[in-house]
């Protein structure tokens, strides 16, 4: 089959690798119908995140079980399903409380020794603790697969992010960084209730889907305007629920100034170095709590499947540029360079 | 009046000063009956926090109303009274949603220009909104005294770490700090209905005090081998709440190694530098929450009080010795090289 393949930093190439197939009895083979590139590949890419030549990549994607191990049993041939961006068996202590990113028995797409979600087809081991099965008839319906598939990842990620931010009904919500998840997180916080959501973001393009997604403000500053814009919003003292989806010392540092005193900061950016642009002695001066982490996106996935599904979210245009996996490696140029905000891969 | 002056580190004197009289209509006067020094006064005996020479220094005291202001409405001479270690207007915002400590006209005991708790008597702004009376018969009661100069601070603050820990019926609680903040983290835990509570500490006076508070299991251990100890006690995972009562590197180092992934940190120790012992990327794969700061003890003394005065808990036991006035420097020394936990001033 083909693949996408990370060989160096921006070195991604499709290619012929064997083709994905049962291993252990509790896997499942899925055909890949819609997969997609994450702002955290672009760290591959770039090589800010160590990868050994030939590792496949891509953690999100849907579609239809080709084949299942003797151990699965809620699973068949011919299901559509979405995958979470990492692997969980279903039934460890971790997953039965919900976090299934921190499974025993877990791992994630791309692994040395594991197929990809850029792919034609992957193998996916735990296939009943993984997979999550959607109504056949979205097979048909591309506006609606492209919104599910936001459910491996970007969706989940940006209600994690809401979630730890103490987002509820009411909330004033500021929400750091315009890449799809941040945009998702506006997403989530409309859907949990939010009143005020502040984005910030400097590209109308991505700043218009914030709009769109419940944002009520847009603060196109940046550093200390950006602050000292959003405490103008909210009365001197910050908002409350932040979402912090970018990872940087400096957005970490924005995200900790524009916080209100006793409120809290959801991240989900993946940090870059260690103790990224906090300064505890603010955070303690103003009880400020920090929540979130890797997004145990497999938790979420039933309660967000419902509500895109009926239509009340649909995240779908968060994807502005769709690719043939031929083009993939395009599709990494085009987010690196943000000519695109994210990247469908249509195999 | 005398009370204690800080000249410089490791220079601490007890001297004449003006008497503390009222200035603002909202002022108090409270003659001092109870006192104690505070782990966080060491960071200025030690010259690790700055102080102008001349400064006044402890934040701890409880006592009786001599004068009160034309604007104090809700305390009268003779009433007894504790005071938080901030005060607060009781009106504003962040007093209206129990967060004292941020409190628009809040300030420090000892800042500047303002009376220290360890003198004679303190001049207390804000009165109405930053005292609370006792019942009057605790005046004859030397323990219960004791116990409740405990809710000026190191109480409360442990209290605000359970919270942050996330502690509630059931819970398997692990504590890094073996001061009276830790203690009082302890205490707090079991009262919250922690079920499990693992004290770190390798002096046998301190822990003796730990297990009176409810912990149910020591680790006298240190660093990476304590780590292991705390992991070994909990199935291998660490605990779902951790109070962080140090502020050290090392100690915030080892709160996050022994929390249980989807847990908190419920941090008190105030930070000893930016970014403190913190490991965001570790923190982040694990979903551990950092909760906590400055406690509003303020909010906690009402439903801690009733506690207290039923004996439902007794915080007293923190305090290992007592000293006059005229010996507060010899508290400092004893609690500077650890041969005392915590010091009683009787003025």
Redesign the interface.
Known sequence: MRATVIHAPHDIRVEEVPDAAIQRPEDAVVRVLRACICGSDLWAYRGEAARQPGQRIGHEFLGIVEETGSAVSGLKAGDLVVAPFMWSDGTC??CS?G?Y??CVHGGFWGSVGFDGGQGEAVRVPHADGTLVKLPAEAVSDDQLLTGLLALSDVMGTGHHAAL?AGVRKGSTVAVVGDGAVGLCGVLAAKRLGAERIIALGRHTARTDIAKLFGATDVVAERGEAAEAAVRELTGG?GAHAVIEAVGTEQS?RTAVNITR??G?IG?VG??H????G????V????????????A?VRAYIPELLEDVLSGAIDPAPVFDRAVSLDEVPDGYRAMDDRSALKVLIKP
């Open positions: 202590d971790f409380e976090l990113t921190s730890g003292h970490m005193d006793g809290a991240y993946v940090p170095g260690s103790g990224t906090l300064d505890l002695g955070m303690f001066d103003r009880n400020i709590a920090l929540r979130g982490g890797v145990p």
